[in-house]
């Protein structure tokens, strides 16, 4: 963490200009090519702010993020295709600057574990539902029902 | 003097709540009537107590009382009154006075209304509740005493987070609380529940009103935090998949599994053991919610208290509630003896689909929140977890759920046949599929978003009414509409804002645009099919901050629609900036223009955003909590809570 945080400070460093505190995407930071402006704002959004907590480049104020939007555009004018340019960017800035990670590793068990759970789940259900529709638990239940529940009606009705 | 008798009066509290904890469970036990009432006037005495400690904190901050190390460090004496009092729970010491405090009032409001109660289960919950006060009541005074004073008071404070100092702001965490605490409630008649060995029809109608309210405020929590976010923050987003905010948000989602499946206990007396485990689980993660926030262990935009000690203590608290409440589950789960017989297709099990699908959808923003401590402790890969990957993750449970909705919602109990409910929602389904084609035929090139959000919510929003609709027959139908039982309003409002909200959020998605650019005075330039001009830029002195303010005209087609006034502010003492959107609130639209800096030409950086639909996300969400509450309103509630008893005054409508 802290090593890459270092990494992009120097980064940073090198393509920062003097800049008061800015506001997300800045006026002068759009490209002239409408569809490649598109493509970058798509991709800003994917992107972490390092030094933010929880925000991606795309809306943070930071100069940091500000210096990755420009790297976005930088690579795009190049000529990258979205991936080149993401791959150039975790490249750089490490794995932690994705805000959905890749699904490499052990990464797939955060990809999986939500349909794996259903799947699981759903089983449950199949065999709950089974045990509760079929007919010899109907009679059992009816006959639990006819002592307990009949009093218990009784009472209500009384009320 | 008075924060001493505060301080004095929340130890006094304390060991109320540990009488209140131990000679109820006793006396259940060996069934002494005297002991088991030791209860009541236990939980009312205690919540006196804390409420009178309340008081003495707000005092000092009121009063702006520089010599409490909190208010120094929270408050200054040129803040607005507003925020002198939410300062009291703008902070960590405050904020969990105020939840102890809702620990008690749900305490002592279910001593007074719980007449209706069997003596032995009272006594049970009571003390439950007991536990968990003391647990926090000890947490607060060994490790975050707010009534600590300083030896040499500053002349003034240090003020609040100018973020914070906001109207939507101020009673978002009360509300939050409200939500989190009442399913304390939920819980602690589960634990009493298991203690006792038995849950039947009445247990669920005693439960569903504490999970009913606690969703309601958790519902108004989360969305006046949302509201926030959306004008505050500058950009207009209204939801960030934040560590903080899933902490609040699966809670809410795991109490809305679980008023459907208490409904399911009440009415058929089925999936007992499941709406338990529920309870134990959504007051869990509402533990889980606090750890998450006051520990640092996940970073944040809302984390003001960031201590280790403090988050043992409360992963103490959390595995001590949650363990212990599980162990319990595990061996007395099996006494709970389900009763009803349903077949596949009913509607017990379009509620079970509800519960998979809420249950799974939280499990995976559990999954995701806290994957990036997981990846990092047991893989060493440091990587974040944000909003593309919620966003894909979570959104097709939502999806699904909201396709099933309408027709489980009609299906009957017991045994269904879905051909005839769903021939049954023909008109609806023809209703909504036509709306999404206009809304596909009219907007050019661009995503299936909106028209899927518009086919999706008219297909729930509708649904909902044809419900009611249908059920009120052929004859007289509208007096049979408004004699309808108040449930029956509260489930149809409540769905419909479920779907009002869905069509918002993929409308406002798919539909917005955006506009950045250099403004320069007096020269007017187009943003969708508006005109604005920016007229002039000021600086404004407010009571405790420095403003850049612009006059920005709207006009469209020549005729002028609003004079918006987007600030920047600059709070001295706090040393922090914030922006102040300014908003033109229309009900399809909202135009929402952010003031930046000063270019070198002397223009300035003016972002405009034309945001569809916006107010109807909060707008659903409003109708929602309207739809918790005419349900908790209904007549059942009111009368005879048991059962099994005589017919008194039930559990509280709240």
């Known amino acids: ?159 | 003097m008075i924060t001493e008798l505060g301080h004095f009066a929340l130890i006094l509290a304390f060991v109320i709540a540990i009488v209140q904890m131990v000679v109820p469970l006793i006396g259940a036990h060996f069934r002494w009537p005297g002991w088991m009432s030791v209860a009541e006037p236990a939980a009312q005495a205690q919540f006196f107590f804390t409420a009178f400690a309340f008081g003495a904190l707000t005092w000092a901050f009121v009063t702006s009382d520089f010599s409490l190390r909190l208010v120094t460090l929270n408050s200054h004496s040129a803040k607005p009154m507003l925020y002198k009092i939410s300062g009291t729970w703008g902070n960590h010491e405050g904020s969990m006075l105020l939840w102890v405090l809702i620990v008690s009032l749900f305490g002592a409001v279910a001593s007074v209304f719980g007449g209706g109660l069997p003596p032995t289960l009272k006594a049970r919950v009571l003390a439950v509740q007991a536990a968990i006060g003391v647990a926090f009541f000890a947490f607060i005074l060994f490790t975050s005493n707010p009534f600590l004073r300083l030896a040499v008071p500053p002349f003034d404070g240090q003020d609040l987070n100018p973020l914070l100092q906001d109207p939507g702001l101020a009673f978002h965490p009360p509300f939050l609380y409200l939500g989190y605490v009442g399913l304390s409630m939920a819980f602690s008649f589960a634990v009493a529940a298991l203690i006792e060995g038995r849950v039947d029809a009445a247990w669920g109608r005693w439960v569903r009103p504490w999970t009913l309210a606690a969703w309601i405020f958790l519902t108004i929590g989360i969305a006046l935090g949302s509201w926030w976010a959306y004008y505050e923050l500058g950009w207009g987003g209204f939801w960030f998949w934040d560590p903080v905010e899933n902490a609040s948000f699966m809670p809410w989602l795991l109490a809305a599994a679980l008023l459907h499946s208490a409904i399911v206990v009440e009415k058929r007396e089925s999936l007992k053991s499941w709406t338990i485990l529920l309870a134990i689980l959504a007051f869990g993660f509402s533990l889980i919610g606090t750890f998450i926030v006051r520990s640092g262990l996940l970073t944040s935009v809302h984390a003001f208290a960031n201590d280790p000690e403090r988050g043992v203590f409360i992963l103490i608290i959390l595995a001590f509630f949650t363990g212990g409440a599980l162990t319990l589950f595990a061996a007395r789960a099996q006494a709970m003896q389900a009763k009803g017989v349903f077949g596949v297709v009913s509607r017990e099990t379009a509620l079970v689909a509800n519960n998979i699908l809420l249950a799974v959808s939280c499990f995976v923003v559990f999954f995701g929140t806290l994957w990036p401590v997981v990846a990092e402790m047991a893989f060493d890969r440091k990587l974040s977890v944000g909003p593309p990957f919620f966003d894909a993750a979570f959104t097709p449970f939502m999806v699904v759920l909201g396709l099933i909705l309408p027709v489980g919602s009609m299906l009957p109990w017991k045994r269904g046949v879905l051909g005839r409910t769903m021939w049954r929602l023909r008109f609806v389904f023809v209703l909504a599929v036509a709306l999404g084609v206009l809304a596909w035929a009219m907007q050019t090139g661009r995503s299936g978003l909106g028209p899927i959000g518009l086919f999706l919510g008219a297909w729930v929003v509708f649904g909902a009414f044809a419900d009611l609709w249908l059920r009120a027959g052929s004859s007289n139908r509208l007096g049979r509409l408004i004699r309808m039982p108040r449930a029956d309003w509260g489930k149809a409002v409540a769905h419909a804002g479920l779907g009002v909200t869905i069509f918002a959020i993929a409308g406002l998605t798919a539909w917005e645009a955006e506009d950045i650019r250099v403004a320069e005075l007096n020269k007017p330039f187009n943003v969708g099919s508006y005109t604005l001009e920016l007229q002039d830029v000021r600086r404004v002195r407010g009571p405790n901050y420095i403003s850049t303010m612009a006059d920005i005209e709207v006009t469209r087609a020549g005729k002028f629609v609003a004079l918006l006034n987007p600030e920047k502010r600059d709070y001295p003492v706090a040393q922090m900036p914030t922006t102040e959107a300014a908003i033109d609130y229309r009900f399809l639209r909202d135009l929402y223009v952010v003031i930046g800096d000063q270019q070198d030409n002397g223009g300035w950086t003016v972002r405009t955003y034309i945001k569809p639909l916006a107010n109807w996300i909060w707008g659903g969400s409003l109708l929602m909590a309207l739809g918790g509450l005419l349900s908790l309103s209904d007549r059942r509630f009111r009368v005879a809570a048991g059962a099994r008893r005589s017919p008194r005054e039930g559990v509280p409508a709240e």
């Open chain 1, 1 to 159: 963490m802290i090593r890459s945080l270092l990494r992009a400070a120097a980064v940073a460093a090198l393509v920062l200009q003097p800049i008061a505190p800015t506001y997300a995407v800045q006026p002068d930071e759009v490209l002239a090519d409408p569809a490649l402006e598109a493509r970058a704002r798509e991709l800003s959004k994917d992107l972490r702010c390092l030094v933010c907590r929880n925000e991606s480049i795309d809306e943070s104020n930071a100069d940091l993020a500000r210096d990755l939007r420009l790297l976005v555009r930088e690579r795009l004018v190049a000529g990258d295709s979205n991936e080149e340019a993401m791959d150039f960017i975790v490249d750089r800035y490490g794995e932690y600057v994705l805000l959905s990670p890749r699904a490499t590793g052990a990464n797939w068990l955060l990809y999986a574990a939500g349909p794996i759970m259903l799947v699981l789940a759903l089983i449950m259900a199949g065999v709950y539902l089974r045990g509760r529709s079929n007919t010899k638990a109907e009679e059992d239940a009816v006959q639990a029902l006819s002592e307990q529940e009949k009093a218990q009606l009784d009472r209500i009705l009384k009320d």
